[in-house]
């Protein structure tokens, strides 16, 4: 397999370099932040190169950063919530007794809301689990973010009035 992509040459040129820094006496070697860099690549497992290079690729074809995409992710989900928030106020409205539906788009629209919050707090999926979300997820109290807030307005409306 030839090395015929951008990304393959760079990895080249990455492993290139690395190796002109073992050329130094071992004693005399001070890494700057980018061989310090350049020397992690070379301990990196076959599976993290590949997700290191999706992030590159999702950056270039997405035309934006990584971080922006994921504050995206945030917004939808706290959409989501709102969503299960006006179900439940619907089924609460019905003629018939639907309170046991309601509770359950309720409790949904708490799961996602928290999982917006966990996910821009911890930036990661790890908690998605209901009972890790319970446990782990719970950011702490932080800054007043736009998610922050809106995150406190789906809670809002999921309360009853009173």
Same mark, same amino acid.
């Given at each position: 397999?030839?090395?015929?992509?951008?990304?393959?040459?760079? &990895?080249?040129?990455?492993?290139?370099?690395?190796? #002109?820094l073992?050329?130094?006496?071992?004693?005399?070697?001070?890494?700057?932040?980018?061989e310090?860099? &350049?020397?992690?690549?070379? $301990?990196?497992?076959? $599976?993290?190169?590949?997700?290191?290079?999706?992030?590159?690729?999702?950056?270039?074809d997405?035309?934006?950063?990584?971080?922006?995409?994921? +504050?995206? #992710?945030?917004a939808?989900?706290?959409?989501?919530?709102d969503?299960f928030?006006?179900?439940?106020?619907?089924?609460?409205?019905?003629?018939?007794d639907?309170?046991?539906? +309601?509770? +359950?788009?309720?409790?949904?629209?708490?799961?996602?809301?928290?999982?917006?919050?966990?996910?821009?707090?911890?930036?990661?999926?790890?908690?998605?689990?209901?009972?890790?979300?319970?446990? $782990?997820?719970v950011?702490?109290?932080?800054?007043r973010?736009?998610s922050?807030?809106?995150?406190?307005?789906?809670?809002?409306?999921?309360?009853?009035?009173?």
């Amino acid at each position: 397999m030839g090395c015929e992509t951008e990304a393959c040459g760079n &990895l080249i040129y990455i492993w290139v370099e690395f190796l #002109s820094l073992g050329s130094r006496k071992a004693d005399a070697l001070t890494l700057t932040n980018t061989e310090e860099r &350049l020397q992690r690549i070379t $301990k990196l497992p076959r $599976k993290t190169v590949l997700l290191m290079r999706e992030g590159v690729s999702l950056e270039t074809d997405l035309s934006r950063p990584i971080l922006d995409s994921m +504050a995206q #992710s945030v917004a939808d989900r706290l959409d989501l919530a709102d969503e299960f928030v006006s179900m439940g106020q619907a089924l609460m409205r019905s003629r018939t007794d639907l309170s046991r539906a +309601a509770i +359950a788009r309720f409790y949904y629209a708490m799961y996602h809301a928290m999982r917006a919050a966990s996910y821009q707090h911890f930036e990661g999926d790890d908690n998605q689990a209901h009972s890790d979300l319970s446990s $782990k997820g719970v950011p702490p109290e932080t800054k007043r973010t736009t998610s922050n807030i809106r995150l406190t307005a789906v809670i809002s409306r999921a309360r009853p009035k009173t």
